[in-house]
């Protein structure tokens, strides 16, 4: 009973975001492909955990959209907080009998942080794969997958604000302007904050930002 209430959750929360069978897009098309860069894999993906299937946000390497639960990795991922890291598939026995692990794409290494959202629920992950064996991640390419994560989560986020307020994300150039204009706002602010506390580093990268979403904002005009 408490696993299906858990489940229930799981399945609630991830309804209010309104991503499952939705079209591609930029955003998360270049986390995976920074996840992939960062680790050094040739499979990347962003997995939501369905009621029987894992649906595919953004994949590189991957040919299907989608997958049956009982040949996912990112459906055990969503367990804990903790990301999961399978460094030998053949090797460990929750996944070596699964056909993605004895045939097909073959996957050996793997390695998913979960996206967790701000009610505590669980509804996929951010993972990268490889179909050699490794050891792990290093600190350096751990820490890119989690932030990578979390942006992925922000971005999730900013989608279910939209639709509670009655927006939907940005589909016409008049709604990309817009956008692009409060974006500049926001990082002007950012940018006045930090130097009230002479964060110099983040400054400098903040201004590269800037000056490339004004670029983006111009252009859409």
Known sequence: MLERDADAARLDTL????????????????????????????????????????????????DSQEGPLSE??????????A?????????????RDFPNVTGGTAIRFYAGAPLKMRNGERIGTLCVVDVVPREGLDDEER???????????????????????????????ADRRAWLTQASAYLAKAWAALDQVGATAPIAHLEQVIVDVDALRLASE
């Open 15 to 62: 309804a209010q975001y309104g991503l499952l069978d939705t079209p591609p897009e930029r955003q998360f098309d270049a986390i995976v492909e920074s996840a992939r860069q960062h680790t050094n894999t040739p499979i990347s993906t962003i997995s939501l955990i369905d009621a029987r299937r894992q649906w595919f946000k953004a994949r590189l390497g991957l």
């Open 72 to 81: 996912s990795f990112c459906a055990h991922a969503i367990e804990s907080d």
């Open 83 to 95: 990301m999961l890291v399978v460094p030998d598939a053949t090797q460990d026995a929750r996944f």
């Open 143 to 173: 820490a890119a997958l989690e932030d990578l994560a979390r942006r992925t989560v922000a971005a999730f986020e900013l989608r279910r604000d939209l639709i509670e307020s009655g927006h939907e994300p940005a589909t016409t150039a």
